[in-house]
């Protein structure tokens, strides 16, 4: 079992950034892969970037390539989103998930996070 703890998300304004921490906790070992998604009501979960734990390789949706950075900091199991020149159209419920190979597709990923609000006000 992988558990993954979101936090960091909130309102912020247009330009703005914010960091979205994601702490794994558990049997992380059996998951190399950690990746963000999005979701905003009414839509389907869309996603953001992956990394992997072993080698830091990373790749990321287009919508948001320049402007997000994901990293992870592996003595301390957690991974992050840091969030540049932020939009309204971020406005989102923002998941990390763990599986064993990066992906852009939600269901390579089986462990999943409670999801952190962020807002970006115009």
């Known amino acids: 079992q992988v558990q993954l703890v979101e936090s960091g998300g909130g309102l912020v304004q247009a330009g703005g950034s914010l960091r979205l921490s994601c702490a794994a906790s558990g049997r992380t070992f059996s998951r190399d892969a950690m990746g963000w998604f999005r979701q905003a009501p009414g839509k389907e979960r869309e996603f953001v970037a992956t990394?992997?734990?072993?080698?830091?390789?990373?790749y990321y949706a287009d919508s948001v390539s320049g402007r997000l950075t994901i990293s992870r900091d592996n003595a301390k199991n957690t991974v992050y989103l840091q969030m540049n020149s932020l939009k309204p159209e971020d406005t989102d419920v923002y998941y990390c998930?763990?599986?064993?190979?990066?992906?852009?597709?939600?269901?390579?990923?089986?462990?999943w996070g409670q999801g952190t609000q962020v807002t970006v006000s115009s």
């Open positions: 998930a763990a599986g064993y190979r990066r992906s852009l597709r939600e269901r390579d990923y089986d462990y």
């Open positions: 990394i992997r734990w072993t080698t830091g390789s990373t």
